[in-house]
């Protein structure tokens, strides 16, 4: 298993000084999958400060957006994350609760 990182959406200022399309906000998801189907998910939205020139908007790449991400969360939460997302998981195959009726 290795949690997949995805960027569904970026948000960006269209003009800032000399610069245009500077990304502000990038939100993201975290997800895995084990052989037998079970699955755990996160996700959430962190801003971003990218020094010096940034990038051009159009050259942004997924990867690009994955490495900020991480590196604005921090090694601790990244960690966090995919700690609760194995976590998801286990509990899936061993449940604790259920719902349902009797009937």
């Known amino acids: 298993m290795a949690i997949k990182w995805t960027i569904p959406s970026m948000d960006r ?3 800032s000084g000399d610069h ?5 906000t990038i939100h993201w ?3 895995d999958e084990d052989a037998d189907g079970n699955t ?5 939205s962190v ?7 940034p990038k051009a908007y159009a ?3 997924e990867a690009d957006a994955i490495g900020w991400t991480k590196d ?6 990244v960690k966090s994350i995919e700690d ?3 976590s998801q998981i286990s509990a899936m195959k061993t449940p604790t609760t259920s719902s349902g009726v009797s009937w």
Do not use: C, H, P, W
Not at 20 to 24: A, K, S, Y
Not at 72 to 77: F, M, N, R, S, V
């Open 40 to 44: 755990g998910s996160s996700y959430g």
């Open 59 to 61: 050259d942004v790449t």
């Open 47 to 53: 801003g971003v400060t990218l020094v010096g020139t």
């Open 20 to 24: 245009e399309n500077i990304i502000t």
């Open 72 to 77: 604005a969360l921090g090694a601790d939460e």
């Open 84 to 86: 609760n997302i194995a």
């Open 29 to 31: 998801r975290a997800s």
């Open 13 to 15: 200022d269209l003009k």
